[in-house]
């Protein structure tokens, strides 16, 4: 239950950032918009009636993390089932979502298609759920749809890692060249000092001369000499 509310809270933040009717949206955009929102008068107000809802739309933009994202306009497939119950609609099943980013340690592109699961209950409007729960804390049915696009972006955010990599062991670059370790040979390697000793080496290059040059100053100038 914590992971769910914090889930929740995170969602309508960033709803706020973008809200519905922004005038910046373009015509294409509000058409894309528009094809996540699921009416709902086929589905009816009777508990238990259920719909189907298979449908490819595209991926509306910033669906991402630092990373890997889902690229807009990118084919997301939904397999849902809407069903109808006391207190709103509970949406539920599968999303097939193409991803692209780049490798986390080696930098290489990469690309996958997540599946994945969602279930989610919508709150009629004037329901106890919606009266008793805060703001943030229920989707809601606005008028006879619901809109999905939240819903995914959520799930697909929350799903996404913050290091992705191109293979669970990639072993990254190169330090020293900069090339991708696993697109080289093993005992791969490079001839250099270790900074640490650079740093001595210098230290004691600096000490030696210092004693060459005060012994040959005395030499010069020391009395006892003469
Ligand atoms: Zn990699
Ligand atoms: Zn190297």
Redesign the pocket.
């Known amino acids: 239950m914590p992971a769910a509310s914090a889930r929740r809270s995170d969602a309508a933040s960033t709803d706020a950032r973008r809200p519905a009717g922004d005038p910046a949206a373009t015509a294409a955009e509000r058409a894309a918009a528009k094809a996540w929102k699921v009416e709902l008068r086929e589905l009816g107000r009777r508990a238990g009636s259920l719909r189907e809802w298979d449908k490819t739309l595209p991926a509306p933009g910033g669906w991402g993390v630092e990373m890997i994202g889902v690229p807009e306009g990118a084919p997301v497939e939904l397999r849902l089932r809407l069903e109808s119950v006391m207190e709103g609609v509970l949406v539920s099943g599968e999303v097939d979502v193409p991803v692209t980013g780049q490798c986390a340690r080696c930098l290489e592109p990469l690309s996958d298609t997540l599946t994945l699961d969602v279930q989610e209950l919508y709150a009629y409007e004037g329901s106890t759920t919606e009266a008793t729960s805060a703001e943030d804390e229920v989707r809601r049915i606005e008028g006879d749809a619901i809109d999905l696009a939240p819903l995914v972006r959520d799930t697909v955010v929350l799903t996404l890692p913050l290091s992705p990599t191109c293979t669970p062991d990639c072993a990254g670059l190169?330090v020293?060249?900069g090339?991708r370790l696993d697109d080289?040979p093993a005992d791969?390697s490079?001839e250099v000092i270790d900074p640490r000793f650079a740093g001595l080496a210098d230290r004691f290059a600096n000490l030696t001369d210092t004693a060459e040059g005060s012994q040959s100053g005395s030499a010069r100038t020391d009395p006892e000499e003469n």
Do not use: N, S, T
């Open positions: 190169c020293d060249c090339e080289l791969h490079h």
